[in-house]
């Protein structure tokens, strides 16, 4: 269960999930403060977030989460406290953001110095943490994989979400008209942006698409997975780019964590060996690795940049639906998982 208390500058909490558990079986542990070795530098976390791989993560659905026990946590906001040998000292007392995958959910976090990225002095804690693994997935996915330009249409599912609505943000501010999907309670606020917006829950997405876009779209970006992949392929005009993200149509699933995602590579491969001139990619921000460190370090740092500079100029906005302290995770998570809120839930030290 989780406690509260009165936490010293020289204890360093964290919470663990210990296995499958309902988000009021998350623990609470405390310890030492980490030390920075040859490299590394101790981060004091401002803020973190709660993004959907956490909620597939307290499931064991998360398809290729660490063995439990572990420290959640995709992304963290924070203040350099200390750095090691071998890190330019200037480092200290600078806000920084990286993205962990896991261990953010940590009053202090242990991080290699190359994996931080500063944060514009304009912009807050929480802000900056709305903007880190949501921004990067919607920048590269954007810019990266379908190179939307101005004057092309996009289709966005799930356009009011953490992902979805700065993907919105950045597709306008890259000149691209934007069919957004969502329910009809954000409707009048996608419309203030200039987003032509669809209800999922009672129109027919394929259908109204169609009325929008007679000869297709340019781009369509997929978190839903299951059958609407299959309907985004078919919404593509000639030239166009699916991007797929996520399985979320099977959160609440049993069984295999990878078979989801599995369908989803099969078909990818499918698409893209037919002829026509379509193009269909499965998202992971983590595969750029396998080109090796040094160039997906560099990659993520420019690209992380480009957002918060967007953030900074006021181009795209941090929307926090609300801000709680590491102690009452359990509500973080279930307001998180509720789908009535509109923008990023995240914890605070």
Do not use: C
Not at 24 to 32: S, T
Not at 60 to 80: A, E, I
Not at 298 to 310: I, N, P, T, Y
Request: net charge positive; aromatic share 6%; charged share 20%.
């Amino acid at each position: 269960m989780i406690a509260t208390g009165a936490t010293s500058a020289t204890e360093r909490i964290e919470v663990v999930l210990p296995g499958q558990v309902e988000p009021e079986g998350l623990e609470l542990r405390r310890g030492p403060l980490p030390v920075a070795g040859a490299g590394q530098v101790v981060v004091a976390m401002e803020a973190t977030g709660v993004s959907f791989a956490e909620q597939q993560m307290r499931r064991g659905r998360y398809y290729d989460q660490p063995p439990f026990p572990f420290v959640p946590g995709y992304d963290l906001v924070g203040t350099v406290l200390a750095a090691g040998p071998g890190v330019a000292p200037p480092l200290v007392g600078k806000r920084v953001a990286a993205l962990t995958k896991t261990g953010g959910w940590a009053s202090h976090v242990l991080l290699d110095a190359a994996d931080v990225v500063e944060v514009p002095g304009g912009v807050g804690a929480a802000e900056a943490a709305t903007a880190v693994v949501n921004g990067i997935t919607a920048w590269q996915m954007l810019h990266r994989k379908a190179r939307v330009r101005a004057g092309q249409t996009v289709l966005v599912h799930g356009a009011n979400g953490g992902v979805g609505s700065l993907l919105v943000q950045l597709a306008l501010a890259a000149g691209a008209r934007v069919i957004g999907t969502a329910s009809v309670r954000h409707h009048e606020a996608l419309r203030r942006l200039g987003v032509r917006a669809i209800d999922y829950r009672t129109e027919n997405v394929p259908r109204r698409v169609r009325e929008l876009a007679p000869d297709g779209v340019d781009a369509v970006f997929d978190h839903v997975g299951g059958r609407s992949v299959i309907d985004s392929w078919g919404l593509l005009a000639p030239g166009g780019t699916l991007v797929s993200y996520g399985t979320a149509a099977t959160r609440d699933d049993t069984g295999s964590k990878q078979w989801p995602v599995l369908k989803i590579l099969g078909r990818v491969w499918l698409w893209n060996g037919l002829p026509n001139r379509r193009h269909a990619y499965f998202f992971n921000v983590w595969a750029g690795r396998a080109f090796g460190k040094g160039r997906f370090r560099a990659r993520l740092r420019a690209d992380l940049g480009e957002v918060f500079a967007a953030l900074d100029r006021g181009e795209i906005t941090a929307s926090v639906a609300a801000e709680l302290p590491l102690a009452r995770v359990a509500d973080a998570i279930r307001l998180a998982e509720s789908g009535t809120v509109n923008g990023k839930v995240v914890l605070t030290p």
